[in-house]
């Protein structure tokens, strides 16, 4: 049977190459023969009637605007009442391209009208700040959303493996483009499932289609990294590379995931992941398809792969690729990629979508590569673009891709869609658009030059693009800003999590450097034993989180002086230390390890460890009232707040006590998590509060934050109890239900609870706007609260 798909799947790409070669000889020959010309002479000259504006303040304005914020753009849009039509023309292009639609029906534009007018009211609301310190595409706004459609175990299932993925994709690639590509895939199927959706299908079966179209885009989208931008790098050796490119084509033609087989040491790690992921995505992609769609997926995969491969292969030192050879593979590749977008689903498509797609592809490949020129250029891939831009002047048989490209325009504009006006202004403006982003990106001089090398004859035709490009306005698209936006957003994130992460790591060593207590002079053993018992608690591996976040605050966001501070850190280490030696005891929880070590008790004795928790308490007074560069009044009233919260702590610890072997609510839960965790949390960010002299409403922000910070951080705790790595904890797993204590996983199992510790993620996040400062520290802690593995 598998010889058999095999042999289906050769004759399958046999077929698709002999219709691309034959609509490549159409366009061949409208390029020799000029038959674009007339056609695409009157299409420039009505669609952009140029004429000379008269300067005026608003036109200043208007070219000064920042284009690369995406709430600055559509904001301005709105203002100079251009956004509607900025929106219509950007939903009809995602009609054309992603969905195969076209645009001369009543239908399809009272469809584009309805999501225009649900775009509009979504982007024109003000957003409030914690959405401005999240992100326009954060996982805040994605959750909310997952709320609403009743999918929210979904979206926690999409950002535990995004999470995953973005901590997987090697260093060699770049990884922000990478999760862009990924996420795009998925929008594009979710959005192809939302069409198939009409307004009477039932909650459930929308919920479910939802559902099914984000971990489809997903397992799709995992393509993008993990084949083709890994194929691309210089990852893997030329062998290899032909490894696993014969490991995908077996996987491909037999329908069954191949063996990963034997790879170096130091790459079967990232490999086995790999593998693992993609075999996980392949095998659901077929679990959810018809007979029929899994059929259409395999073949366009395989023309999609064997399209990728015989391009990736090609050489540019290599003078003898002919014009079939460049330019077949992409025909193939561009339209097959969307296709099999669409294969995944089981949707049903009118009769002209595969036909539109298949011509409509080469149009966006074109403009993607002569935007990547340089780029493409400089790692040594063979395009159109850079095999016209290196033999042009050797080979005078060579087609010129950018009057391929126009000619491409001319064709879909008047043989495949009809002459259609709206769609012949929404791909006009997308290639005019394309040039003034390239002429941005790289400057006037070396767009020029580039033009100079691409310029076509006749002369009049070229020269009236140069004259659009120049004067013409209003020719952005919401993708591209959604993109542009995107990258930046993912790049800042990266760069956050990479110095919010590094600065843990730092201020932790300095921290564990300075916690040490020197022992008394004296030689009294019981202070000895308490002393070492003390030092013992501390050496061990903890996150230090507490003291951690403190230092955040203290020097970072209030920039209080970070020697002057150093006691608050060593104090707020010191009283957790001494929680978690109290908690331990045979009388309360009966723990016998610790951070990867025996607990105190089980080394010592029950007295020495009681005692040295009370010992660390008092350290950490003593340390506080040590504070001699603060005002003493902020001191004492740090001193007292302190020392309500240890009080309170103990009454949290004597309600978790009193709650083992009881059921318990909700709100008990959160009230018990709250005094378990919360208020440790709270500590480390109000005390730095009180001596840096911040407001009381700020003080009751941060209180805020605290509280669903802590429940959060809780709710992680008790998952990880049933999910966690034993190794990567350093203490034993299914402790809880073991000791019978009540937790959120025992009251709603793991997939409720993750739920909460969501829910309470976003809350944390909401609360952030009543803070006056922009802190995206709080952020990131969040986001490591609720991703963390120990």
């Not at 175990?153 to 993925?165: A, P």
């Not at 498509?349 to 250029?377: P, S, V």
């Not at 080394?603 to 009232?625: D, H, R």
């Not at 009080?647 to 378990?676: H, P, R, V, W």
């Amino acid at each position: 049977m598998n010889r058999e798909l095999i042999i289906d799947c050769d004759r399958c790409y046999w077929q698709a190459e002999r219709r691309a070669s034959h609509y490549f000889k159409l366009l061949s020959k409208q390029v020799k023969e000029k038959a674009y010309i007339g056609m695409l002479k009157h299409d420039l000259a009505s669609s952009f009637k140029l004429q000379a504006k008269p300067f005026s303040f608003f036109t200043f304005m208007e070219k000064k605007k920042t284009s690369h914020n995406f709430r600055r753009q559509i904001k301005w849009l709105e203002y100079t009442g251009k956004l509607d039509a900025f929106l219509e023309r950007s939903i009809s292009y995602i009609f054309l391209r992603d969905l195969g639609k076209t645009l001369d029906s009543t239908d399809i534009q009272n469809r584009i009208q309805k999501v225009v007018n649900e775009l509009k009211s979504n982007l024109t609301t003000t957003p409030n700040k914690s959405e401005v310190l999240s992100g326009t595409f954060s996982s805040l706004g994605m959750y909310r959303w997952g709320q609403r459609e009743g999918i929210e175990e979904t979206i926690i299932w999409l950002f535990q493996k995004l999470t995953s993925v973005s901590k997987q994709i090697p260093k060699e690639i770049d990884s922000p483009h990478a999760q862009r590509k990924l996420i795009k895939i998925i929008m594009g199927v979710l959005m192809h499932q939302m069409e198939e959706i009409s307004d009477q299908t039932l909650p459930e079966i929308r919920t479910k289609k939802l559902d099914e179209a984000i971990r489809l885009g997903y397992s799709y989208g995992l393509t993008y990294p993990f084949i083709d931008d890994l194929l691309d790098s210089n990852i893997f050796t030329n062998d290899e590379k032909k490894q696993y490119a014969e490991l995908i084509r077996t996987s491909i033609t037999t329908s069954i995931v191949a063996p990963l087989g034997q790879w170096p040491e130091e790459k079967m790690k990232m490999m086995s992941y790999i593998h693992g992921e993609l075999k996980e995505a392949f095998e659901y992609i077929h679990s959810h398809q018809t007979n029929e769609k899994r059929k259409i997926f395999t073949e366009q995969s395989y023309v999609f792969f064997q399209s990728q491969e015989l391009d990736r292969l090609k050489d540019l030192s290599n003078p003898q690729y002919t014009n079939e050879e460049l330019y077949i593979p992409i025909i193939l590749k561009s339209s097959s990629s969307r296709l099999i977008a669409r294969s995944i689903l089981n949707t049903h498509d009118d009769d002209g979508f595969n036909n539109r797609t298949f011509l409509y592809g080469i149009y966006n490949q074109l403009a993607d590569d002569f935007a990547d020129l340089f780029e493409d250029l400089e790692a040594g891939a063979v395009t159109p673009y850079t095999y016209y831009f290196k033999y042009h002047q050797e080979r005078s048989d060579l087609i010129n891709p950018f009057e391929l490209y126009w000619t491409v325009i001319s064709n879909l504009i008047h043989n495949v869609y009809h002459s259609d006006e709206s769609t012949k202004e929404v791909i006009l403006t997308r290639a005019i658009n394309g040039l003034k982003r390239y002429k941005e990106k790289h400057g006037v001089q070396k767009y020029k030059e580039v033009m100079q090398l691409f310029a076509f004859d006749p002369s009049e035709i070229f020269s009236s693009i140069q004259t659009i490009v120049e004067k013409a306005e209003d020719v952005d698209f919401l993708d591209k800003l959604i993109r542009d936006q995107l990258i930046t957003e993912l790049k800042k994130e990266n760069e956050e999590q990479e110095e919010f992460f590094q600065t843990i790591k730092t201020v932790r060593n300095e921290i564990n450097q300075a916690l040490r207590i020197a022992k008394s002079k004296k030689e009294w053993l019981v202070e000895d034993a308490i002393t070492d018992a003390a030092n013992y608690s501390l050496e061990g591996n903890g996150k230090r989180l507490r003291p951690i976040i403190a230092w955040f605050m203290g020097v970072r966001v209030y920039g209080l002086n970070e020697v002057a501070f150093l006691p608050v850190l060593k104090s707020i280490e010191y009283l957790h230390t001494a929680s978690l030696i109290f908690d331990d005891l045979p009388s309360q929880d009966d723990a016998h390890f610790r951070r990867g070590r025996k607990t105190v008790h089980e080394l010592y004795n029950v007295a020495v460890a009681e005692l040295t928790g009370i010992f660390l308490t008092m350290k950490a007074t003593e340390e506080q009232s040590s504070l001699e560069q603060f005002d003493a009044g902020q001191v004492l009233k740090m001193i007292q707040y302190s020392a309500h919260v240890t009080a309170e702590l103990c009454k949290g610890q004597a309600m978790d006590l009193a709650s083992k072997g009881q059921q318990m609510t909700i709100q008990q839960l959160n009230i018990l998590c709250f005094y378990k965790t919360g208020l440790s949390f709270e500590a480390s960010l109000v005390i730095p509060a009180i001596l840096a002299y911040a407001e009381d409403k700020e003080i009751e922000g941060l209180k805020k934050f605290a509280y669903h910070a802590g429940i959060a951080f809780q709710i992680k705790d008790d998952i990880l109890d049933v999910e966690g790595n034993v190794d990567v904890l350093g203490k034993p797993t299914h402790q809880d239900n073991e000791n019978m204590v009540s937790n959120f996983v025992s009251l709603l199992g793991v997939n409720s609870a993750k739920k909460q510790m969501w829910d309470h993620y976003c809350l944390a996040i909401e609360s952030l706007q009543s803070l006056p400062k922009n802190n995206s520290f709080l952020k990131h802690l969040m986001n490591y609260f609720v991703t963390r593995e120990r």
